[in-house]
């Protein structure tokens, strides 16, 4: 079962715009929503995280909007440059030491010159 | 430089063959996972170690063992592999942190890339 669903699938940007990436989760015993951003040939690389205590958290031209009761969250990159062009992940984390991550599927940006 | 390293990074094996990924950290982390990455699905658990001499099954176990030979070093196995495991691997690792301190980032390694024909 996907426990996590990310949206849209591919998404095209020109330069300068904002880049808006949806995911909405399933459980609720999940504690921690990280974003992970992966270029090719690459690893993921965590970009920006955030707990469910908190409805936003801003880490430069990124940001993460949380909505704990819509069970949803969105990461946005404001004022996109051709080299944020990459693969984003979201993903949720259950409590304890297992750290298990869950991903979504993944959304391939494109931010046009 | 400090992370996680995988080895191969390409690998292209016959329908049956078996073979082993292997794995090492530097960062003297406590657990450590095996990811495999297919287009439009996301990056599925296959095996974790949650600790040393721990292991268990994550969401895609079938056809996978693993081994965590040491606090650095996680290999994943592929007895008889098949070309539904044509994939990407990935290892990661993370730091278990205590308290209001709980760190849940990973490290990923580059990744194998295995073609089973």
């Known amino acids: 079962q996907q426990q996590v669903k990310q949206s849209p699938q591919s998404l095209i940007v020109q330069k300068g715009g904002i880049s808006i990436i949806n995911c909405a989760y399933e459980n609720t015993a999940f504690d921690y929503f990280p974003w992970y951003q992966q270029f090719p040939g690459k690893g993921p690389a965590l970009l920006i995280a955030i707990r469910p205590d908190v409805s936003e958290k801003k880490e430069g031209r990124f940001t993460i909007s949380f909505n704990k009761s819509a069970k949803q969250f969105s990461l946005h990159i404001m004022d996109s440059q051709p080299g944020d062009s990459a693969t984003y992940f979201c993903a949720a984390s259950y409590s304890g030491n297992t750290g298990k991550l869950i991903f979504g599927q993944g959304t391939t940006l494109q931010v046009k010159p | 430089n400090a992370g996680v390293t995988q080895t191969p990074k390409f690998q292209v094996l016959k329908t049956g063959q078996s073979m082993t990924l292997q794995c090492a950290q530097d960062?003297?982390?406590?657990?450590m996972y095996w990811y495999r990455q297919d287009p439009g699905m996301g990056l599925r658990l296959i095996y974790y170690s949650a600790s040393e001499g721990t292991t268990d099954k994550g969401e895609v176990p079938n056809g996978y063992n693993v081994s965590r030979l040491n606090k650095r070093e996680f290999s994943l196995r592929l007895e008889s592999a098949a070309p539904s495991q044509t994939s990407v691997y990935f290892c990661a690792s993370r730091a278990i942190g205590t308290g209001i301190f709980k760190n849940y980032g990973y490290t990923f390694g580059s990744g194998t890339r295995l073609t089973v024909v």
């Open positions: 960062m003297n982390h406590n657990s």
